[in-house]
């Protein structure tokens, strides 16, 4: 792989780990926010 291929790569993985962070983060106020709401109910 020429360098510019593995500059990308490696900024696509960190993108990649980022995305999947704020989705776990947000799956969780999800969840947190749905029980909460169900416990008023």
């Given amino acids: ?3 510019a ?3 990308e790569l ?3 993985k960190d993108e ?3 995305l999947k962070q704020m989705f776990a ?3 969780l106020d999800y969840k ?3 029980d ?3 416990k008023k109910l």
């Fill in 36 to 38: 909460i709401i169900e």
């Fill in 5 to 7: 291929q593995l500059k």
């Fill in 16 to 18: 990649n780990r980022r």
């Fill in 25 to 27: 983060e947000l799956s």
């Fill in 32 to 34: 947190l926010a749905k």
């Fill in 10 to 12: 490696k900024a696509l």
């Fill in 1 to 3: 792989m020429e360098a």
